[in-house]
């Protein structure tokens, strides 16, 4: 099962909030692609990152795939939202 990591950002009252949400459209689960064939298709698992704040915010941080015991990737992210 792929999981994922976001970072919170500090809001103008100094709260933290988690300001990115990842969905899965077509599931979270890790299936085996290796078919011995050099030709095979490459392993796609398709996301969504959305970006959601009722402040104004800035930030720059990573997002990061995992399976729950390594980190497979990290994306890094930075965001500027000017309501």
């Known amino acids: 099962m792929l999981d994922y990591e976001v970072p919170e950002v500090e809001l103008e009252d100094g709260s933290l909030q988690s300001v990115l949400e990842v969905s899965f459209p077509e599931g979270q689960s890790i299936q085996p692609c290796c078919t011995g064939d050099e030709e095979g298709e ?32 990290k994306y890094l992210c930075g965001l500027l939202c000017i309501i």
Do not use: L, R
């Not at 915010?57 to 390594?70: M, Y």
């Open 42 to 73: 490459p392993c796609v698992i398709p996301c969504t990152v959305t970006f959601q704040s009722s402040s104004p915010v800035s930030f720059t941080g990573a997002v990061i795939f995992t399976d729950g015991k390594e980190k497979y990737a």
